[in-house]
T-cell receptor, first 114, second 113 residues
């Protein structure tokens, strides 16, 4: 079975601080896909990144970076120099190869305090 | 359209009534998903459509829930005899391939009173 754990329910940071969101997953498959989504107060889930299980390269996109570690089954997300607009719920998700459904974590509520 | 479109944005209905929620996926996307987001429950998979294949209905919580996708495009999620526990945000998503990222609509907030 697939499972995604995001242990930190709510995280508050002061603007310009860095914040790291932990995502730990469980799967027996060798090929799978990991995702991060952002859900701002408006409610729409916004796709941020997809990572294939066979590609362990870390990625940086502006102030966002992702650290994929297969050895620890983790796919952590860091926001550098946080801004108020980063306030949202962030979801980590897992999909098995050939399977249609995304298994989501419970989400991390990030509150950036100005 | 440019993104996944859902209607209505909000729906308030009386317990026992039927409701229909509509999803218009991104043009050309063959895969379409329905998820439900309840307070404290996270995101729950409901149903999946892929091309002309039989849909995966394994996530539907009861036989009061059904969905169809006409012409491989627009989808309608129907909830019959609504109950208060059906109150949630219903999210639709589409993707170009099974393994690629899904793009979500803004959701329909359903409130059963």
């Amino acid at each position: 079975a697939q499972k995604v754990t995001q242990a930190q329910t709510e995280i508050s940071v002061v603007e310009k601080e860095d914040v790291t969101l932990d995502c730990v997953y469980e799967t027996r498959d060798t090929t799978y896909y990991l995702f991060w989504y952002k859900q701002p107060p408006s409610g729409e889930l916004v796709f941020l990144i997809r990572r294939n299980s066979f590609d362990e390269q870390n990625e940086i996109s502006g102030r966002y970076s992702w650290n994929f570690q297969k050895s620890t089954s983790s796919f952590n997300f860091t926001i550098t120099a946080s801004q108020v607009v980063d306030s949202a719920v962030y979801f980590c998700a897992l999909r098995r190869h050939g399977n249609n459904r995304l298994a989501f974590g419970k989400g991390n509520q990030v509150v950036v305090i100005p | 359209g440019a993104g996944v479109s859902q209607s209505p944005s909000n729906k308030v209905t009386e317990k026992g009534k039927d409701v229909e929620l509509r999803c218009d996926p991104i043009s050309g996307h063959t895969a379409l998903y329905w998820y439900r987001q309840s307070l404290g429950q996270g995101l729950e998979f409901l149903i999946y459509f892929q091309g002309n294949s039989a849909p995966d209905k394994s996530g539907l919580p009861s036989d009061r829930f059904s969905a169809e996708r006409t012409g491989g495009s627009v989808s309608t999620l129907t909830i019959q005899r609504t109950q208060q526990e059906d109150s949630a945000v219903y999210l639709c998503a589409s993707s170009s391939e099974v393994w690629t990222e899904a793009f979500f609509g803004q959701g329909t907030r359903l409130t059963v009173v």
